[in-house]
Protein backbone atom coordinates (compact mmCIF):
# COMPACT_ATOMS: atom_id res chain seq x y z
CA UNK A 1 0.00 0.00 0.00
CA UNK A 2 2.81 2.89 0.51
CA UNK A 3 4.56 1.54 -2.22
CA UNK A 4 1.03 2.93 -4.18
CA UNK A 5 1.20 6.14 -2.77
CA UNK A 6 5.11 6.52 -3.24
CA UNK A 7 4.89 6.00 -7.00
CA UNK A 8 1.36 8.23 -7.28
CA UNK A 9 3.55 10.66 -5.30
CA UNK A 10 6.22 10.16 -7.42
CA UNK A 11 4.04 10.69 -11.02
CA UNK A 12 2.62 13.79 -9.36
CA UNK A 13 6.18 15.30 -9.04
CA UNK A 14 7.34 14.55 -12.77
CA UNK A 15 3.78 15.36 -13.60
CA UNK A 16 4.76 19.12 -11.82
CA UNK A 17 8.06 18.90 -13.57
CA UNK A 18 6.68 18.55 -16.78
CA UNK A 19 4.19 21.04 -16.61
CA UNK A 20 6.92 23.74 -15.56
CA UNK A 21 8.45 25.24 -19.19
CA UNK A 22 12.62 24.82 -18.89
CA UNK A 23 14.16 27.62 -16.43
CA UNK A 24 15.53 29.43 -19.91
CA UNK A 25 13.00 29.58 -22.34
CA UNK A 26 12.68 33.79 -22.06
CA UNK A 27 15.65 33.39 -24.64
CA UNK A 28 13.52 31.78 -26.76
CA UNK A 29 10.46 34.10 -26.64
CA UNK A 30 10.25 37.02 -29.29
CA UNK A 31 8.75 40.19 -28.41
CA UNK A 32 7.02 42.58 -31.02
CA UNK A 33 6.41 45.80 -30.57
CA UNK A 34 3.63 47.47 -33.06
CA UNK A 35 4.02 45.03 -35.17
CA UNK A 36 7.48 44.53 -35.90
CA UNK A 37 10.02 42.55 -33.75
CA UNK A 38 11.72 44.82 -30.63
CA UNK A 39 15.41 45.20 -30.86
CA UNK A 40 15.74 45.62 -27.15
CA UNK A 41 16.31 49.55 -27.51
CA UNK A 42 14.69 51.50 -24.74
CA UNK A 43 10.89 52.65 -25.79
CA UNK A 44 11.51 56.73 -25.85
CA UNK A 45 8.92 58.60 -23.98
CA UNK A 46 8.62 59.85 -20.23
CA UNK A 47 5.85 59.13 -17.84
CA UNK A 48 5.50 59.02 -14.37
CA UNK A 49 3.37 55.75 -14.73
CA UNK A 50 5.46 52.58 -16.93
CA UNK A 51 4.02 49.60 -17.66
CA UNK A 52 6.13 46.54 -17.20
CA UNK A 53 5.52 43.21 -18.98
CA UNK A 54 6.90 40.35 -17.11
CA UNK A 55 7.33 36.57 -17.93
CA UNK A 56 7.60 33.73 -15.53
CA UNK A 57 9.23 36.68 -13.00
CA UNK A 58 11.48 37.69 -15.88
CA UNK A 59 11.04 41.03 -17.24
CA UNK A 60 10.92 41.54 -20.85
CA UNK A 61 9.71 44.89 -21.50
CA UNK A 62 8.97 48.25 -19.98
CA UNK A 63 7.30 51.19 -21.74
CA UNK A 64 6.02 54.80 -20.69
CA UNK A 65 1.85 54.57 -20.31
CA UNK A 66 1.17 57.22 -21.81
CA UNK A 67 1.48 56.73 -25.91
CA UNK A 68 -0.14 54.15 -27.96
CA UNK A 69 1.88 51.24 -28.58
CA UNK A 70 0.96 47.13 -29.36
CA UNK A 71 3.12 44.55 -27.63
CA UNK A 72 2.85 41.12 -28.74
CA UNK A 73 4.84 38.04 -26.44
CA UNK A 74 4.87 34.89 -28.15
CA UNK A 75 6.54 31.99 -26.40
CA UNK A 76 7.86 28.79 -28.15
CA UNK A 77 4.65 26.63 -27.84
CA UNK A 78 2.62 28.93 -29.70
CA UNK A 79 1.23 30.98 -26.39
CA UNK A 80 0.65 34.57 -28.00
CA UNK A 81 -0.65 37.56 -25.98
CA UNK A 82 -1.11 40.99 -26.88
CA UNK A 83 -1.35 43.82 -24.62
CA UNK A 84 -2.34 47.20 -25.91
CA UNK A 85 -1.60 50.29 -24.73
CA UNK A 86 -3.96 53.51 -26.26
CA UNK A 87 -2.48 56.07 -24.33
CA UNK A 88 -5.02 56.32 -21.82
CA UNK A 89 -5.73 52.83 -21.12
CA UNK A 90 -3.67 49.72 -21.02
CA UNK A 91 -5.46 45.98 -21.56
CA UNK A 92 -5.02 42.28 -22.95
CA UNK A 93 -6.19 42.66 -26.55
CA UNK A 94 -5.88 39.66 -26.88
CA UNK A 95 -4.39 35.91 -26.17
CA UNK A 96 -5.01 32.40 -26.76
CA UNK A 97 -5.15 31.38 -23.85
CA UNK A 98 -8.07 28.62 -22.55
CA UNK A 99 -9.51 30.80 -19.57
CA UNK A 100 -9.12 34.37 -20.92
CA UNK A 101 -9.43 35.42 -17.73
CA UNK A 102 -6.49 38.60 -18.57
CA UNK A 103 -8.69 39.51 -21.60
CA UNK A 104 -11.91 39.59 -19.40
CA UNK A 105 -9.81 41.25 -16.72
CA UNK A 106 -10.81 45.02 -18.27
CA UNK A 107 -8.42 47.78 -19.00
CA UNK A 108 -6.15 49.74 -16.07
CA UNK A 109 -6.46 53.64 -16.21
CA UNK A 110 -4.94 56.24 -14.29
CA UNK A 111 -8.18 57.01 -12.93
CA UNK A 112 -8.99 52.96 -11.94
CA UNK A 113 -6.03 52.09 -10.91
CA UNK A 114 -6.14 52.23 -7.09
CA UNK A 115 -10.03 51.38 -7.36
CA UNK A 116 -9.10 47.81 -9.53
CA UNK A 117 -9.47 44.65 -7.49
CA UNK A 118 -6.07 43.78 -9.07
CA UNK A 119 -4.41 46.71 -8.66
CA UNK A 120 -2.08 47.50 -11.96
CA UNK A 121 -2.04 44.09 -12.86
CA UNK A 122 -3.46 42.40 -15.79
CA UNK A 123 -2.40 38.76 -15.49
CA UNK A 124 -2.66 35.48 -17.63
CA UNK A 125 -2.17 32.78 -15.68
CA UNK A 126 -1.79 30.17 -18.13
CA UNK A 127 0.80 31.73 -20.10
CA UNK A 128 2.63 32.94 -16.82
CA UNK A 129 2.53 36.42 -18.13
CA UNK A 130 2.16 39.31 -16.13
CA UNK A 131 1.33 43.31 -17.15
CA UNK A 132 1.94 45.88 -14.52
CA UNK A 133 1.26 49.66 -14.04
CA UNK A 134 2.96 51.03 -11.81
CA UNK A 135 5.22 54.26 -11.12
CA UNK B 1 -24.07 3.40 7.51
CA UNK B 2 -21.55 1.08 7.52
CA UNK B 3 -19.77 0.09 4.05
CA UNK B 4 -17.28 -2.81 5.26
CA UNK B 5 -17.03 -4.62 1.87
CA UNK B 6 -14.68 -3.87 -0.74
CA UNK B 7 -16.95 -3.86 -3.56
CA UNK B 8 -19.29 -1.41 -1.25
CA UNK B 9 -16.36 1.19 -0.70
CA UNK B 10 -14.99 0.58 -4.10
CA UNK B 11 -18.78 1.34 -5.56
CA UNK B 12 -19.03 4.43 -3.10
CA UNK B 13 -15.57 5.71 -3.90
CA UNK B 14 -16.74 5.44 -8.05
CA UNK B 15 -19.86 7.28 -7.15
CA UNK B 16 -18.28 9.91 -5.02
CA UNK B 17 -15.52 10.57 -7.65
CA UNK B 18 -18.09 10.95 -10.45
CA UNK B 19 -20.21 13.23 -8.69
CA UNK B 20 -17.04 15.73 -8.04
CA UNK B 21 -15.91 15.24 -11.35
CA UNK B 22 -19.63 16.47 -12.37
CA UNK B 23 -19.97 19.12 -9.89
CA UNK B 24 -16.80 20.22 -11.27
CA UNK B 25 -18.53 20.26 -14.30
CA UNK B 26 -21.39 22.85 -13.23
CA UNK B 27 -18.74 25.18 -11.55
CA UNK B 28 -16.83 25.61 -15.03
CA UNK B 29 -20.43 26.26 -16.50
CA UNK B 30 -21.87 28.75 -14.05
CA UNK B 31 -20.05 32.09 -15.06
CA UNK B 32 -19.56 33.23 -11.93
CA UNK B 33 -16.16 35.34 -13.25
CA UNK B 34 -18.54 37.86 -14.74
CA UNK B 35 -19.44 38.87 -11.29
CA UNK B 36 -18.02 42.88 -11.12
CA UNK B 37 -17.12 42.34 -15.02
CA UNK B 38 -14.55 40.21 -14.98
CA UNK B 39 -12.54 42.01 -11.92
CA UNK B 40 -12.24 38.84 -10.08
CA UNK B 41 -10.60 36.07 -12.23
CA UNK B 42 -10.54 32.47 -11.31
CA UNK B 43 -13.55 32.47 -8.99
CA UNK B 44 -16.08 29.43 -9.05
CA UNK B 45 -19.04 28.31 -6.45
CA UNK B 46 -16.61 25.14 -5.36
CA UNK B 47 -20.27 23.05 -5.41
CA UNK B 48 -17.58 19.81 -6.18
CA UNK B 49 -16.54 20.50 -2.26
CA UNK B 50 -19.62 19.06 -1.34
CA UNK B 51 -18.45 15.40 -1.94
CA UNK B 52 -15.43 16.18 -0.19
CA UNK B 53 -17.14 17.34 2.95
CA UNK B 54 -19.38 14.22 2.74
CA UNK B 55 -15.87 12.04 2.68
CA UNK B 56 -14.39 14.85 5.45
CA UNK B 57 -17.05 13.43 7.73
CA UNK B 58 -17.51 9.90 6.47
CA UNK B 59 -14.63 8.33 5.04
CA UNK B 60 -10.98 8.12 6.54
CA UNK B 61 -8.38 10.45 5.71
CA UNK B 62 -6.52 8.31 2.79
CA UNK B 63 -9.60 7.56 1.31
CA UNK B 64 -9.89 11.69 1.04
CA UNK B 65 -6.55 12.38 -0.24
CA UNK B 66 -7.27 9.36 -2.58
CA UNK B 67 -10.44 11.60 -3.78
CA UNK B 68 -8.97 14.49 -3.71
CA UNK B 69 -6.60 13.13 -5.91
CA UNK B 70 -8.77 11.99 -8.63
CA UNK B 71 -10.65 14.54 -9.26
CA UNK B 72 -7.95 16.85 -9.86
CA UNK B 73 -6.21 14.79 -11.86
CA UNK B 74 -9.65 13.58 -14.08
CA UNK B 75 -10.82 17.07 -14.16
CA UNK B 76 -7.78 18.47 -15.02
CA UNK B 77 -7.14 16.33 -17.71
CA UNK B 78 -10.67 16.28 -19.03
CA UNK B 79 -11.49 19.89 -18.89
CA UNK B 80 -8.06 22.25 -18.05
CA UNK B 81 -4.79 22.11 -19.15
CA UNK B 82 -1.62 20.55 -17.05
CA UNK B 83 -0.61 24.09 -15.46
CA UNK B 84 -4.43 24.15 -14.46
CA UNK B 85 -3.84 20.77 -12.91
CA UNK B 86 -0.95 22.45 -10.65
CA UNK B 87 -3.19 25.25 -9.35
CA UNK B 88 -6.12 23.46 -8.35
CA UNK B 89 -3.63 20.59 -6.71
CA UNK B 90 -2.15 23.36 -4.63
CA UNK B 91 -5.49 24.15 -3.56
CA UNK B 92 -6.71 20.79 -3.02
CA UNK B 93 -4.33 19.65 -0.99
CA UNK B 94 -4.22 23.08 1.48
CA UNK B 95 -8.17 22.95 1.28
CA UNK B 96 -8.11 19.46 2.62
CA UNK B 97 -5.55 19.60 5.21
CA UNK B 98 -7.56 22.50 6.69
CA UNK B 99 -10.72 20.14 7.09
CA UNK B 100 -9.15 17.22 7.74
CA UNK B 101 -7.40 18.90 10.68
CA UNK B 102 -10.67 21.06 11.96
CA UNK B 103 -13.73 18.66 11.17
CA UNK B 104 -13.77 18.24 14.91
CA UNK B 105 -13.71 21.78 16.17
CA UNK B 106 -15.78 23.25 13.16
CA UNK B 107 -16.94 26.18 15.36
CA UNK B 108 -12.86 27.54 15.30
CA UNK B 109 -12.59 27.30 11.73
CA UNK B 110 -15.71 29.56 11.24
CA UNK B 111 -14.33 32.00 14.12
CA UNK B 112 -10.94 32.12 12.19
CA UNK B 113 -12.67 32.77 9.20
CA UNK B 114 -14.42 35.52 10.44
CA UNK B 115 -11.98 37.44 12.00
CA UNK B 116 -9.42 36.63 8.55
CA UNK B 117 -12.22 38.54 6.77
CA UNK B 118 -12.48 41.44 9.29
CA UNK B 119 -8.94 41.62 8.65
CA UNK B 120 -8.73 41.19 5.04
CA UNK B 121 -11.57 44.11 4.95
CA UNK B 122 -9.38 46.03 7.00
CA UNK B 123 -6.77 45.80 4.43
CA UNK B 124 -8.80 46.55 1.66
CA UNK B 125 -9.47 49.79 3.37
CA UNK B 126 -6.36 50.74 4.56
CA UNK B 127 -5.21 50.29 0.54
CA UNK B 128 -7.71 52.64 -0.20
CA UNK B 129 -9.81 54.64 2.50
CA UNK B 130 -12.39 55.66 -0.11
CA UNK B 131 -12.75 52.60 -2.32
CA UNK B 132 -15.34 52.99 -5.20
CA UNK B 133 -15.96 50.87 -8.53
CA UNK B 134 -14.57 47.21 -7.87
CA UNK B 135 -13.12 47.38 -4.79
CA UNK B 136 -16.84 48.98 -2.89
CA UNK B 137 -18.42 46.07 -4.23
CA UNK B 138 -15.75 43.68 -2.78
CA UNK B 139 -15.35 45.78 0.27
CA UNK B 140 -19.33 45.44 0.79
CA UNK B 141 -19.23 41.72 -0.05
CA UNK B 142 -16.23 41.02 2.11
CA UNK B 143 -17.99 42.92 4.75
CA UNK B 144 -21.17 40.45 4.09
CA UNK B 145 -19.04 37.27 4.24
CA UNK B 146 -17.73 38.41 8.28
CA UNK B 147 -21.17 38.78 8.97
CA UNK B 148 -21.92 35.56 7.60
CA UNK B 149 -19.12 33.83 9.10
CA UNK B 150 -19.63 34.86 12.47
CA UNK B 151 -23.25 34.02 12.42
CA UNK B 152 -21.81 30.65 11.33
CA UNK B 153 -19.76 30.22 14.89
CA UNK B 154 -23.03 31.09 16.36
CA UNK B 155 -25.19 28.34 14.07
CA UNK B 156 -22.41 25.87 15.35
CA UNK B 157 -22.03 26.96 18.61
CA UNK B 158 -25.78 26.64 19.13
CA UNK B 159 -26.37 23.25 17.43
CA UNK B 160 -23.30 21.28 16.36
CA UNK B 161 -25.16 19.67 13.75
CA UNK B 162 -24.54 23.16 11.72
CA UNK B 163 -20.31 21.81 11.96
CA UNK B 164 -19.90 21.09 8.14
CA UNK B 165 -21.00 24.96 7.69
CA UNK B 166 -17.58 25.43 9.69
CA UNK B 167 -15.78 23.48 7.96
CA UNK B 168 -17.05 24.34 4.56
CA UNK B 169 -16.03 28.29 5.06
CA UNK B 170 -12.64 26.76 6.42
CA UNK B 171 -12.03 24.82 3.21
CA UNK B 172 -12.77 26.84 0.62
CA UNK B 173 -11.03 29.98 2.05
CA UNK B 174 -7.52 27.04 2.25
CA UNK B 175 -8.17 26.56 -1.58
CA UNK B 176 -8.39 29.88 -2.54
CA UNK B 177 -5.06 30.62 -0.55
CA UNK B 178 -3.41 27.43 -1.93
CA UNK B 179 -4.16 28.73 -5.44
CA UNK B 180 -3.31 31.69 -4.62
CA UNK B 181 0.31 30.78 -3.45
CA UNK B 182 1.00 28.82 -6.36
CA UNK B 183 -0.16 31.45 -8.95
CA UNK B 184 2.29 33.63 -7.16
CA UNK B 185 5.27 31.17 -7.19
CA UNK B 186 4.44 30.36 -10.85
CA UNK B 187 4.75 34.23 -11.70
CA UNK B 188 6.91 35.86 -8.87
CA UNK B 189 4.83 38.25 -8.42
CA UNK B 190 4.10 38.71 -4.74
CA UNK B 191 3.08 42.08 -4.73
CA UNK B 192 -0.15 40.39 -5.95
CA UNK B 193 -0.43 38.87 -1.79
CA UNK B 194 -1.31 41.88 -0.57
CA UNK B 195 -3.73 43.11 -3.41
CA UNK B 196 -5.28 40.45 -4.34
CA UNK B 197 -5.39 37.59 -1.33
CA UNK B 198 -7.61 40.11 0.84
CA UNK B 199 -10.63 39.76 -2.14
CA UNK B 200 -9.93 36.18 -2.70
CA UNK B 201 -10.29 35.24 1.30
CA UNK B 202 -13.45 37.12 1.18
CA UNK B 203 -14.87 35.67 -1.84
CA UNK B 204 -13.54 32.34 -0.45
CA UNK B 205 -15.95 32.76 2.89
CA UNK B 206 -18.81 34.15 0.68
CA UNK B 207 -18.47 30.95 -1.50
CA UNK B 208 -17.80 28.62 1.30
CA UNK B 209 -20.85 29.60 3.22
CA UNK B 210 -23.44 29.08 -0.12
CA UNK B 211 -21.53 25.28 -0.44
CA UNK B 212 -21.99 24.83 3.47
CA UNK B 213 -25.20 25.57 3.08
CA UNK B 214 -26.24 23.06 0.44
CA UNK B 215 -23.77 20.19 2.43
CA UNK B 216 -25.73 20.90 5.54
CA UNK B 217 -29.53 20.09 3.68
CA UNK B 218 -27.42 17.28 2.00
CA UNK B 219 -26.50 15.99 5.31
CA UNK B 220 -29.27 16.48 6.77
CA UNK B 221 -31.20 14.38 4.21
CA UNK B 222 -28.74 11.59 4.16
CA UNK B 223 -28.88 11.87 8.44
CA UNK B 224 -25.50 12.24 8.42
CA UNK B 225 -24.33 13.61 12.02
CA UNK B 226 -20.87 15.96 12.29
CA UNK B 227 -19.99 15.94 15.69
CA UNK B 228 -20.13 12.01 15.71
CA UNK B 229 -16.85 11.28 17.70
CA UNK B 230 -14.62 7.81 17.30
Not at chain 1, 22 to 34: K, R
Not at chain 2, 158 to 183: C, D, K, Y
Request: some cysteine.
Amino acid sequence: MRRWWAALLLCLLLGGCAARPAADTADAVTVALDGAAWDGAPVPGEDALRVYVTLDGVPLIDLPFGQPHTVTVTQPDGAENTVALTGEAVSMAHANCDNQDCVEMGEVTRDNLELRVMGGFIICLPHKLAVEVRQ
Amino acid sequence: MLLNTTAQRVGRFGLLAALSLVLGYFDRAIPLTMLLSGAVPGIKLGLANTVLLYGVYMLDWKSCVALMLTKVLLSGFLFGSLSAILYSLAGGVLSLTVMLLIRRRPDWGALAIAVLAALSDAALLWRNPHPGGQLLWCVILIALACVAAAAVFVFIRRNPENGVLGTSLAGAVAHNVGQMLAAVAVLHTPQLLYTYLPVLVGIGAAVGALTGFVARRVFAALKIRTERGD
